[in-house]
């Protein structure tokens, strides 16, 4: 068989085919041929190698830095107890080479590191210290000359005034239920709106507001002569009200309303009630023993025997004792306005309890020059401001204006003697009067 002559190139290409086979025959792993690390520089551990995931060239600096870092590990497991091997050769550590290289270096990058954080401060340092700084505003020319001007003015904001716990000396005292006394004013607040006197003189054809305030001015004088507690005369003048406000009495018995009112006052409020004979006798015996008791029994049926009731005086006990200092001057100037208050009609049916209590103090404060007038914890235990009180007060303080050239003169007598204080006598606080313009 004939044979064809071969190209040049197609001899020069199956040798090269040829001698590919061989090299795929005698070629190495990439890896044995030493340019890509895989354990190597990794020593064994306890007689185990452990495959590196590690595959990228190696340069000198990439085997110092493995170096460096198996040492430190190696180190760092010296210092926890753990049997480690040293990286140096036979365990000695060379003064030159690559692995006294890579510690030098090592050493000056942690010292880098200490120095860097030295210098450095933390990030939460850093974070608070910009927190600071951002809200540290810097003040402006307005503001500046506003702070100036209102501080000019006398409007600069001044310290808050504390709140006393006027109950904080009581807890001792058993009558004094401080666990509940709250709660308890709380609840007269809402009965005496339920509780509200209404306008009723003009349902009354034969009495009107003038008699009202003659007959409260004769119970004064038998309050006090009797000595009864203050308690006694704000519930008298309760009952009246009430039952002037749901039937029609006629001129003559007015009177008798007023003996059986106190009466029943007396038997809830006192531990040694006056008799009946006593008021028929204060009386001038207009009445006998039998009306009395009769008129007893007609109060009590159109008041349903509700006699608990929130009076003026309830409220008053309260808020002298908030009115700091409460000295004995100022209890007497504050019950003088309240029974200035009571007396009169138009007062009695406008304002309730709590309103004519809280004003009285008020009048009694400004009278007796107390600074300040109106006090943060007064606000706080009466539940209302001064400008709240102030129409109520200045009525109060023209009563007492008036007081003495009044007919009706049993309060302001009774206040004027030695042991209420004198109140009566003080100068009233015209300047509150001065203050409607």
Not at 28 to 48: E, F, H, K
Not at 182 to 201: C, H, P, Q, S, T
Not at 345 to 362: E, F, G, N, Q
Request: charged share 25%; hydrophobic share 40%.
């Amino acid at each position: 068989m004939a044979t064809r002559p071969l190209h040049q190139n197609q001899v020069r290409g199956a040798v090269q085919q040829k001698n590919g086979e061989g090299e795929r025959k005698n070629r190495t792993a990439l890896g044995d041929i030493g340019n890509v690390v895989t354990t190597r520089g990794v020593p064994a551990i306890n007689g185990v190698i452990k495959p590196s995931a590690i595959n990228r060239p190696l340069t000198r600096s990439f085997r110092a830095q493995l170096v460096a870092n198996a040492q430190i590990a190696v180190d760092k497991k010296k210092k926890q107890g753990e049997q480690a091997v040293d990286l140096n050769i036979g365990g000695v550590r060379k003064p030159g080479g690559v692995g006294a290289l890579a510690q030098k270096k090592q050493e000056k990058k942690k010292t880098e590191e200490e120095m860097v954080v030295t210098k450095t401060p933390s990030y939460e340092h850093r974070k608070q210290k910009q927190k600071h700084v951002s809200h540290k505003k810097s003040a402006s020319l307005t503001s500046f000359m506003t702070a100036r001007s209102k501080e000019a003015c006398g409007l600069t904001k001044k310290p808050q005034e504390l709140i006393v716990n006027i109950d904080e000396g009581s807890l001792e005292d058993e009558l004094a239920v401080v666990e509940y006394v709250e709660v308890i004013y709380k609840f007269y607040k809402m009965a005496e709106d339920e509780n509200r006197l209404i306008d009723y003189m003009g349902s009354q054809p034969d009495i009107n507001d003038k008699m009202r305030s003659i007959l409260v001015d004769w119970l004064i004088e038998v309050h006090y002569k009797f000595e009864l507690r203050k308690e006694t005369l704000y519930l008298t003048i309760n009952i009246i009200d009430r039952f002037l406000s749901m039937m029609v009495v006629p001129r003559k018995e007015l009177q008798l309303v007023g003996i059986a009112s106190m009466l029943l006052a007396c038997k809830y409020e006192e531990i040694w009630a006056p008799e009946v004979n006593d008021f028929v006798h204060i009386a001038d015996k207009a009445y006998v023993r039998e009306q009395v008791l009769a008129m007893e029994k007609v109060i009590l049926e159109k008041l349903e025997w509700y006699l608990t009731v929130p009076t003026p005086y309830m409220f008053l006990t309260r808020y002298i004792k908030a009115s700091i200092p409460a000295d004995s001057e100022m209890e007497s100037m504050v019950y003088f306005y309240a029974e200035l208050g009571i007396m009169n009609y138009s007062t009695t049916i406008k304002y309730p309890p709590s309103i004519l209590a809280a004003s009285s103090v008020y009048a009694a404060r400004c009278t007796l020059n107390s600074s300040p007038s109106w006090t943060e914890t007064l606000k706080h235990y009466t539940g209302h401001s001064a400008s709240q009180l102030m129409e109520c007060a200045r009525l109060l303080v023209s009563f007492h204006v008036a007081a003495p050239e009044s007919k009706l003169r049993a309060v302001y007598k009774k206040f004027s003697k030695p042991e209420n204080g004198t109140v009566a006598l003080r100068s009233p606080a015209k300047a509150l009067l001065a203050s409607t313009s």
